[in-house]
């Protein structure tokens, strides 16, 4: 599956920003999908990850109750609502997917995904 992300851009500290994620291709709906994070100097990190039914998600520690990730079954895409951001939410934003056989599943590790957006940068000033 092909991935675009949207939605990007220089925010203040506590604002919000929406992040969108466009999936082009066959059988979406099987597809488990995540969001990662890789601010400068560092390695890249799990964010945010949503099951292929859409009713079970997972966050990481640090954007607990600000984020939210969601998807749209009819539309291909998923979303990450980021509200309340800080400065250290700075980094370029990654839309990855999976195939998965369960609805139970979600996937929080990098080399669980198999297809990765191009990434988008997300600012956040003092």
């Known amino acids: 599956v092909q991935l675009v992300e949207s939605g990007g851009g220089l925010v203040q500290a506590g604002g919000s920003l929406r992040l969108s994620c466009a999936a082009s291709g066959r059988a979406f709906s099987r597809y488990a999908m995540g969001w990662f994070r890789r601010a400068p100097g560092k390695a890249r990190e799990f964010v945010a990850a949503?099951?292929?039914?859409?009713?079970?998600?997972y966050y990481t520690e640090s954007v607990k109750g600000r984020f939210t990730i969601s998807r749209d079954g009819a539309k291909n895409t998923v979303d990450l609502q980021m509200n309340s951001v800080k400065p250290e939410d700075t980094a370029v934003y990654y839309c990855a997917a999976r195939t998965t056989r369960s609805t139970l599943y979600y996937y929080t590790a990098e080399n669980d995904y198999y297809d990765w957006g191009q990434g988008i940068q997300v600012t956040v000033s003092s």
């Open positions: 949503i099951n292929y039914s859409g009713d079970t998600t």
